[in-house]
């Protein structure tokens, strides 16, 4: 009988203990696995979640020669997300994945997306004729990482300048072939526009 007592209070504590420790957490983790929270000051908003498929495109060359390049990439709709930041300073992102127990560089990507006029993309694998198959997102952020609760991790980046983002959890494709990817957009999305359009001219 004493066993069994010990038993259900040693299962109480534990439970008791996971609660509190959720409690004191300053930030709540996100309801779904590939969520992300940018966290501001001693807030927290949720970023603009877009769901997407991988879109493999030809160049002319390719299709007339059958030599030339072939490029995967993400695509998602509007040049701009509609969740933003500043620009110039340390950005914190908070991301729900399965668990924490893995590196997180194996397990999320953040990228700077591509501005479109009427979306924003990013290229995954790039296949050459002659140059081979190159894997990995280009334009790929470099982040320092830490475990945060129980299925979390907390990205920092020095600094990010101004342009459109995305992040991921590696490897979730839906029974419906489609990606979830949280964009965020970095200064004054006109701005970012106008940026592009004086490299083009120089």
């Not at 959720?22 to 807030?43: K, Q, R």
């Not at 933003?84 to 399965?98: P, T, W």
């Not at 991921?168 to 940026?195: E, Q, W």
């Amino acid at each position: 009988m004493k066993k069994i007592i010990y038993t259900v209070v040693f299962l109480l504590l534990g439970v008791s203990l996971m609660a509190n420790n959720e409690e004191s957490l300053p930030y709540p983790e996100a309801d779904f696995i590939g969520e992300v929270y940018v966290i501001e000051n001693d807030s927290v908003f949720l970023l603009e979640k877009q769901r997407t498929r991988i879109h493999a495109q030809a160049s002319a060359t390719m299709y007339i020669f059958g030599i030339g390049d072939i490029k995967s990439s993400l695509k998602v709709a509007n040049r701009c997300s509609s969740t933003r930041v500043k620009e110039g300073k340390k950005i914190k992102l908070l991301v729900r994945a399965q668990n924490n127990e893995m590196d997180p560089m194996t397990v999320l990507s953040l990228f700077r997306f591509e501005q479109k006029k009427k979306q924003r993309a990013a290229v995954i694998t790039k296949a050459g004729t002659f140059s081979g198959v190159s894997t990995g997102l280009e334009g790929h952020i470099l982040f320092t990482a830490k475990r945060y609760g129980k299925s979390s991790y907390i990205l920092e980046v020095s600094e990010m300048e101004d342009g459109e983002y995305g992040i991921m959890i590696n490897g979730t494709v839906g029974p419906d072939g489609l990606i979830n990817v949280s964009t965020l957009g970095v200064g004054d999305c006109d701005a970012n526009s106008k940026a592009a359009k004086n490299k083009k001219k120089k």
